[in-house]
């Protein structure tokens, strides 16, 4: 039951009841920006995984509090989805575009080389969130699992095209099969960036892949 009083809000006398359906059930602004904090969560996952990151790991790196984590959010899983779904976005389609620009083998030893460069040169990151995702879960879900699968035949799609491409130049074996090509490819892409916090040294990894794209060559 109301107590009837009255409040000045704003400039004017509202009744109690009025009051407090105002205050308790009228929508708050947000102080932060959900993409920028939803950033900082994809960080926290994929540096510990998804089960090894904890809330309170979470709400300390966005910065933010378990009521506006959970009202923005939802719950722990469904801030991973999205996680997982805004690394697709930043880091995935980039990649994906890079690999649709391969049309010859240089240009696919410029790549390899391009990520070799980059584990030289840049400070040591946690492997791709993805492959993460594939191993740190003791029990991954469906929701994810179908994310990780749809990044993964993206990415093999993009390295059977680019190799298409490259075959019909004649740089190719002409008995070269391309779908198995793309995957010898992507796993090999794939173990180079599981050694991302401890890389192979450049002239092992450069003469390992050397060795992959020679046994594709026409």
């Not at 994929?46 to 300390?60: F, M, N, P, R, V």
């Not at 680019?162 to 992507?186: C, Y």
């Not at 180079?192 to 450069?206: K, M, N």
Request: glycine share 4%; with cysteine.
């Amino acid at each position: 039951m109301f107590v009837h009083a009255h409040f000045q809000f704003p400039n004017k006398m509202i009744s109690s009841p009025v009051y407090y359906l105002y205050r308790y059930t009228m929508p708050r602004p947000k102080s932060f920006d959900p993409d920028t904090v939803l950033a900082k969560a994809m960080g926290v996952f994929w540096e510990k995984g998804y089960d090894a990151a904890s809330i309170t790991d979470l709400t300390t790196a966005m910065g933010i509090n378990r009521f506006s984590l959970y009202d923005t959010f939802g719950d722990k899983h469904q801030l991973y989805l999205k996680a997982l779904d805004s690394y697709s976005k930043s880091f995935v389609e980039p990649m994906v575009e890079k690999i649709n620009a391969i049309n010859s083998i240089d240009d696919l030893e410029a790549y390899f080389s391009m990520l070799l460069d980059c584990q030289s040169a840049c400070t040591p990151s946690p492997c791709c969130m993805m492959q993460r995702a594939a191993i740190s879960m003791d029990e991954m879900d469906e929701e994810t699992r179908s994310r990780v699968q749809c990044v993964r035949s993206r990415i093999h799609s993009a390295f059977h095209d680019a190799l298409e491409r490259t075959k019909r130049q004649g740089q190719l074996d002409p008995n070269l099969d391309i779908n198995d090509a793309a995957w010898m490819i992507m796993i090999a892409k794939t173990g180079l960036t599981s050694f991302a916090t401890a890389p192979l040294s450049p002239g092992q990894a450069r003469t390992a892949i050397q060795v992959l794209i020679d046994r594709f060559r026409a």
